[in-house]
C-alpha cells in the first residue's frame, strides 16, 4: 500500500468503526451490524442480497445509517442476552448506565410473517441518561431519493422500490431527509424505535412498549428454545454455540439457503482490491454448514438446504463451468451479474464496492465433493435420501467421474487462469467414494465398478502428481512446488491416514511455510500468483483446520495451544471475519459461515481427542 493510501486509511479510521467493534442481529431473512457505538450501519431490507438501507460500513457519508446512544460521553459494553441473538449495547456515563437492546422478531407463518422489523428498545438501568437517535436510510446502495412525512408518533421514508416506517414512543422531528429525536430517561424508563418495511399488505402499525417487550420474549424464547437442540457438551461451548447462532442467523428460512457471510466488499486488505459480495448460497460453504449444524443435532437446517439442493441445485442443463454453479442467490436464481458501485468509498476508502460476484461462472471441481458428502451425512445423521435425491447424486458423479482431471479456478476462486489444483482433485475424490459408500451401506443402484476404478484413478493421480519430492509435501498444483492451506483437508476428508509419513512432512511444511503464531495463510500470492493486486491477512477457517489436522495427528498439546490462541484473535462477542491481519484485526465479509463451520469443527475434534 502506497502513503496516500496509508494517510487515507488513517483519516477514514476516525469516521469507521472497526469490522470486529459490530453484533450481529438478524430474522432468518437478513440481518443488520449494530457498531459497539449503538449505530447500525449495515441493513439490506427486505432480504440477504437486497440492496441496502443502511451501508455507513462502506461509506461513512453517503451509505446511510440508524444512531441511537448516550447524548454525552460514555464508556460501551456490547454482548448478547444469554443464548440468544438479542444484542445489547450499554452506555455507562458519570450520571447513569443505560443500554439499547436490539431485535429482529423471527416471523412465522401467522398474518405478520410479512412484516420485516426492527426493534431498539433503550432503557435507563441507573440515574438519568440523555440519548440521541437519528434514522438516516439510504436506499438501493444510497442512489434512491425517498421523502420523508411525519406524523403523530411516526416517521414514514418512502422511495420508489421500498418503504420504512419508523414508530417511536418518543416525539421524532425532521432534518431533510432523516428522522431525529433527543430524549432523556430516568433510572427505569424505556423508549422503543421500530422501524417496519411497510407496503402490500402490510401497513405502518405502533410498536407500543408493552408490545416491544412481548416481542423480546418471545425472540429469546425463540433463539433459546432452537439452542436447546444442541448436542455439544465440551470445553469450548460458549464458542460453539455463538457459532452455531450465528450460521443460524445466515439462513434464508424462505429457501433454506445459507449465505457465506451477510454483508459485501469489506476489505480483506486496506486499500487493496480483494473486495467481494458474500451474500450468496455458495454450495461449497453452504454443505460444510450443514455438516457441523449436524454434529451438533440441528437436522432441521439440514433438511431445510437439501429442499434447497432440490429444487435449485439439482443437474440441469450442462453449462461450460459443469450442471452445477458454485453459488446461487437466496431464491436459487443463477444471474449474480458483478458490478461496481463507484459512488461508494469503501470502507475506510477500500473501493472498489461490488455487488454481484463474477466467480459464479468458473468451473470449481471441490464443489461436487463438498456438496455429495453433505448429502452423505445427512442421509447417515438425519434421514435417508430419496430416490430422486439419490438419481441426482447419481447423476453428479457420473460427471465426476468424466471431468474430475480437469484443470479449474480452485477453491479459493483466483483469477489468474485455471490450474490442476489438488484441492479440487481430493474433493472429487470425495464425491466419488461418498456415493459408493451410500450405495453400498443402503443397497442403492450405482454403476459401481466405474465409480471404483475412477475413485482410484484419481488417488493415484494426487499420490503421483500432488507429491513434490523437492517441497516432501503435497503442493497446490500440479507441475508446482506452491505449499497450500487448502490440502489441511486431506486428513479431515480421509484420504490419508492423518499420522502418514508424507502427510506429517507436508504438514511439517506448511507450519514452516504458511503459519504464524499458530495463524495460517492459504497460500502466498508472491509465489502462486492468483491474477489480483495486494496481500491478505491470515485465513482463519485455514487455521481451524490446522488444528484439527494437528488433532488427529496426535500432536494435542499444539493443537490445544493454536486453538486457544485464536480464540483470542475473535471479537468481544465471539464472532469471526473471513481473515486477520498482520496486527490482528478483523478483515474480509463479517462473520464469515466458513470460519465459524470451522471452528465448530475443530473444537467437536479436539474435544474428543483430549477426553
Known amino acids: 500500500m502506497d502513503g496516500t493510501a496509508e494517510e487515507r486509511g488513517a483519516s477514514d479510521g476516525r469516521r469507521y468503526v472497526p469490522i470486529a467493534d459490530h453484533g450481529l442481529i438478524g430474522d432468518l431473512r437478513s440481518v443488520a451490524l449494530v457498531g459497539t457505538n449503538g449505530t447500525i450501519d449495515w441493513y439490506c431490507c427486505p432480504d440477504f442480497d437486497a440492496p441496502s438501507v443502511f451501508a455507513a460500513i462502506l461509506d461513512a457519508e453517503r451509505g446511510g445509517c440508524f444512531e ?38 423471527v416471523a412465522g407463518e401467522s398474518a405478520e410473517a410479512g412484516r420485516h422489523r426492527l426493534i431498539r428498545r433503550v432503557v435507563c438501568v441507573r440515574g438519568s441518561l440523555p440519548f440521541r437517535m437519528r434514522v438516516a436510510p439510504r436506499f438501493e446502495y444510497g442512489t434512491r431519493p425517498h421523502t420523508l412525512r411525519l406524523t403523530d408518533g411516526m416517521a414514514l421514508f418512502a422511495s420508489e422500490a421500498l418503504s420504512l416506517a419508523l414508530t417511536s414512543t418518543v416525539p421524532l422531528e425532521a ?55 444442541s448436542r455439544y457438551r465440551g470445553r469450548w461451548r460458549e464458542m460453539v454455540h455463538r457459532s452455531a447462532l450465528t450460521l443460524k442467523l445466515l439462513t434464508y428460512a424462505p429457501t433454506g439457503a445459507i449465505v457465506a457471510a451477510p454483508t459485501t466488499s469489506l476489505p480483506e486488505q486496506l486499500g487493496g482490491e480483494r473486495n467481494w459480495d458474500y451474500r450468496y448460497v455458495w454450495v461449497r460453504d453452504a454443505a460444510f454448514c450443514v455438516y457441523a449444524l449436524l ?73 461436487y465433493g463438498a ?14 435420501v430419496s430416490s430422486e435425491q439419490w438419481d441426482h447424486v447419481c447423476a453428479l458423479v457420473d460427471w465426476v467421474c468424466a471431468h474430475w482431471d480437469q484443470p479449474d479456478e480452485g477453491i479459493w476462486e483466483t483469477r489468474g487462469g485455471r490450474k490442476n489444483f489438488l484441492y479440487s482433485r481430493l474433493m472429487c475424490w470425495v464425491a466419488i467414494e461418498r456415493a459408493i459408500r451410500m450405495a453400498h451401506r443402503r443397497g442403492l443402484p450405482a454403476d459401481l465398478s466405474h465409480w471404483q476404478a475412477s475413485r482410484d484413478s484419481v488417488y493415484r493421480r494426487i499420490m503421483s502428481h500432488g507429491w513434490s519430492d523437492k ?24 484420504f490419508i491416514a492423518p499420522t502418514d509419513p508424507k502427510w506429517l512432512s507436508t504438514l511439517d511444511s506448511l507450519t514452516e511455510d504458511l503459519v504464524s503464531d499458530s495463524l495460517v495463510y492459504r497460500y502466498d500470492p508472491r509465489t ?49 471475519a473471513e481473515e486477520i491481519s498482520h496486527s490482528g484485526e478483523q478483515q474480509g465479509n463479517f462473520p464469515q459461515a466458513f470460519t465459524h463451520l470451522s471452528l465448530i469443527s475443530a473444537a467437536f475434534n479436539l474435544d474428543r481427542a483430549l477426553g
Open 175 to 229: 432534518d431533510g431527509p432523516d428522522a431525529w429525536a433527543d430524549f432523556k430517561l430516568a433510572e427505569g424508563e424505556t423508549a422503543v424505535f421500530a422501524l417496519d418495511q411497510v407496503g402490500g399488505e402490510v401497513s405502518p402499525r405502533r410498536c407500543a412498549q408493552r408490545e416491544a417487550e412481548d416481542q423480546f420474549g418471545e425472540t429469546v424464547r425463540y433463539w433459546r428454545r432452537w439452542l436447546s437442540s
Open 68 to 105: 441511537l446512544a448516550a447524548a454525552v460521553p460514555a464508556r460501551t459494553r456490547q454482548f448478547y442476552f444469554p443464548d440468544t441473538n438479542v444484542l445489547i449495547t450499554r452506555f455507562f456515563t458519570e450520571d447513569g448506565v443505560g443500554e439499547v437492546q436490539d431485535f429482529m422478531p
Open 295 to 367: 454434529r451438533l443435532g440441528f437436522s432441521e437446517e439440514a433438511a431445510a438446504f437439501m429442499g434447497f439442493v432440490s429444487r435449485h441445485v439439482s443437474p440441469g442443463t450442462d453449462r461450460p463451468s459443469g450442471p452445477l454453479q458454485i453459488m446461487y442467490g437466496i431464491d436459487g436464481r443463477t444471474d449474480l451479474s458483478e458490478r461496481e458501485l463507484g459512488h461508494l468509498e469503501g470502507y475506510r476508502g477500500s473501493a472498489p464496492v461490488r455487488v454481484g460476484n463474477a466467480a459464479s461462472d468458473q468451473l470449481q471441481l471441490d464443489i
Open 371 to 384: 456438496l455429495i458428502d453433505s448429502v452423505y451425512l445427512y442421509d447417515k445423521w438425519a434421514e435417508p
Open 471 to 494: 517441497r516432501r509435501a503435497f503442493v497446490q498444483h500440479e507441475e508446482g512446488d506452491v505449499l497450500d492451506a487448502a490440502v489441511l483437508m486431506m486428513p479431515l476428508a480421509k
Open 528 to 576: 502462486s500468483p492468483d491474477g489480483l493486486h495486494g496481500g491478505e491477512g491470515t485465513f482463519s477457517i485455514c487455521t481451524f483446520w490446522y488444528v484439527e489436522a494437528l488433532t488427529r495427528a496426535g500432536r494435542l498439546d499444539e493443537a490445544s495451544l493454536a486453538f486457544e490462541k485464536m480464540l483470542t484473535y475473535a471479537n468481544h462477542l465471539g464472532l469471526y
